[in-house]
């Protein structure tokens, strides 16, 4: 007798258990999606005031300079030991002041527009000081090429492309480039 009731008690929650998973789902509130009930709704979220701290310092004289607000120019050339070296300036046009760290991104293109060689590698071991730019001020970049007769395969290009340190807008400069594994050092202070 004892197992009939177990086997009926099992097979009462058996049937439960279908019916509750066939049963359609309810009803789509009007011009909605149906809706199945979850969670209850959180309770109201409480605001806590957090006490007051101290303004952060002033930067050191302000954002990272935009290529945009920046000039790019020659500023000079020399060469030395099978090595030509080309100085650049970077002017602030921006009415405030501004900063550049860092290597420049110097790449340079054929008439085409198609990257010559491959882009200036950085210099290793050079100190890299944070130029703060007041407008009108410029900040320098030196590019390396190896000279023809220590080159053997240089490139002509028509356009120097130039991303200023932490930008990813480029300035370019037109001019008669020779081309052959190119090296960029940082940005320094113009003096």
Do not use: K
Not at 16 to 21: M, R, Y
Not at 100 to 117: R, T, W
């Amino acid at each position: 007798m004892r197992s009939r009731w177990i086997c009926l008690l099992v097979g009462v929650v058996t049937a439960a258990a279908l019916t509750a998973c066939t049963e359609p789902p309810p009803p789509a509130p009007p011009g909605g999606t149906p809706t199945t009930p979850g969670p209850a709704a959180p309770a109201p979220a409480t605001t806590v005031t957090a006490p007051a701290t101290a303004a952060p310092p002033p930067s050191r004289g302000g954002g990272v300079c935009a290529a945009g607000d920046l000039t790019l120019t020659a500023a000079g050339a020399e060469g030395a030991a099978g090595t030509s070296y080309t100085t650049y300036r970077l002017t602030n046009d921006a009415a405030g002041a501004c900063t550049l760290e860092g290597y420049p991104g110097v790449s340079y293109l054929d008439a085409a527009g198609h990257e010559v060689q491959r882009d200036a590698a950085r210099e290793p071991g050079l100190p890299t000081p944070r130029v703060r730019l007041a407008h009108g001020a410029a900040a320098l970049f030196t590019v390396a090429n190896s000279t023809v007769e220590q080159c053997p395969g240089p490139r002509d290009a028509v356009t120097l492309r130039v991303y200023p340190p932490d930008n990813t807008a480029a300035l370019s400069l037109a001019g008669s480039y020779r081309v052959c594994d190119p090296r960029v050092r940082p940005v320094a202070p113009a003096s």
